[in-house]
């Protein structure tokens, strides 16, 4: 079955770069997505890639995917303290927009 | 806009006891979805809709019933709550399934 795999945790220095790494399973996924979720509340979506890609820059955020391992990673530029929360990777496999999340990692940005 | 709204922020039920989750958008969306999140797990999908009228089964239905009598409104129905459905409930909707809006969840407790 679908499964999305996550690390849990990642710790970094303030303004250094973060890398978010995740894998899944089903090639069949139409778009890949990345979500954040800060203590207490919903989850904000950053940005979502479609799986013809292999990049999509958006400001500090750079996606990466591979097709090939089934690999996803968000990578932050300059992270800084107020991006630390737990992201989250997920993958739409098929239509109605249903998507399977990973468990999260939580990314603690340190002063 | 409110964007996705949900009711209530909080409850404790006892076991056995049944409840109604309310989720609401105002943004005219045709897709919306309940996911359950549990400690250290991302998002499981309980059910969703894909428009007015309709709904259909996700990962993790079972205790859990659904209605989308109006386009903007999703309810999550518990006959007979149990310990297991402890978790925090987060509503989402979409206009075109790729991009989902989460509301800011609810905390539920069954004792």
């Known amino acids: 079955g679908e499964d999305v795999e996550q690390s849990l945790f990642l710790s970094v220095r303030e303004g250094d770069s973060s890398v978010i790494n995740c894998t899944y399973t089903d090639s069949s996924s139409t778009y890949l997505y990345w979500y954040k979720q800060e203590p207490g509340a919903g989850l904000q979506l950053l940005t979502y890639i479609f799986s013809n890609m292999d990049m999509k820059q958006d400001q500090r955020l750079t996606v990466l995917l591979n097709k090939k391992d089934k690999h996803l990673s968000l990578r932050i530029a300059d992270t800084q303290t107020g991006d630390s929360a737990i992201y989250f990777c997920?993958?739409?496999?098929?239509?109605?927009?249903?998507?399977?999340f990973g468990q999260g990692t939580e990314l603690s940005v340190k002063p | 806009n409110a964007g996705v709204t949900q009711t209530p922020k909080f409850r404790v039920l006892k076991t056995g006891q049944s409840m109604t989750l309310l989720c609401a958008q105002d943004m005219n969306h045709e897709y919306m979805y309940w996911y359950r999140q549990d400690p250290g797990m991302g998002l499981r999908l309980i059910h969703y809709s894909v428009g007015e009228g309709t709904t259909a089964k996700g990962e993790v239905p079972d205790g859990y019933n659904v209605s989308r009598l109006k386009k903007q409104n999703f309810l999550l129905g518990l006959e007979s709550a149990a310990p297991s459905q402890t978790s925090v409930y987060f509503c989402?909707?979409?206009?075109?399934?790729?991009?989902?809006?989460f509301g800011p969840g609810t905390r539920l407790t069954v004792l």
């Open positions: 997920a993958e739409q496999y098929n239509q109605g927009g249903k998507l399977i």
């Open positions: 989402a909707s979409s206009s075109n399934s790729i991009e989902q809006f």
